[in-house]
Nanobody, 117 residues
Framework: QVQLVESGGGLVQPGGSLSVACAASGSAFSIYNMGWYRQAPGKQRELVAVITAGGSTNYADSVKGRFTISRDNAKNTVYLQMNDLKPEDTAVYYC???????????WGQGTQVTVSA
């Protein structure tokens, strides 16, 4: 079973950029649809971006044009490049993995992203 570990969060000023990564242990990473979710204080967890096992991507309207999700199957890693960050992007960002055929839904422990002057 895949285990997920996020890294790369931190503090950035509005308008800045940050990249977070999610490294997956275990085998068969390429069969997983991978996603980034975020949860701000007092709010529900929401989908930010997803990349399928086949490489198709989808984004929340709030991040389209600013965020880019990508994956490197050789490194068992999925990335989220975040540009033009806004204070409302502040949240804990979670990595998610689910096999393309459905089934178990896996989560990382989360990484904090704070956008503040």
């Amino acid at each position: 079973q895949v285990q997920l570990v996020e890294s790369g969060g931190g503090l950035v000023q509005p308008g800045g950029s940050l990249s977070v990564a999610c490294a997956a242990s275990g085998s068969a990473f390429s069969i997983y649809n991978m996603g980034w979710y975020r949860q701000a204080p007092g709010k529900q967890r929401e989908l930010v971006a997803v990349i399928t096992a086949g490489g198709s991507t989808n984004y929340a309207d709030s991040v389209k044009g600013r965020f880019t999700i990508s994956r490197d199957n050789a490194k068992n890693t999925v990335y989220l490049q975040m540009n033009d960050l806004k204070p409302e992007d502040t949240a804990v960002y979670y990595c998610n993995a689910r096999p393309y055929y459905g089934g178990v839904n896996l989560w990382g422990q989360g990484t904090q992203v704070t956008v503040s002057a």
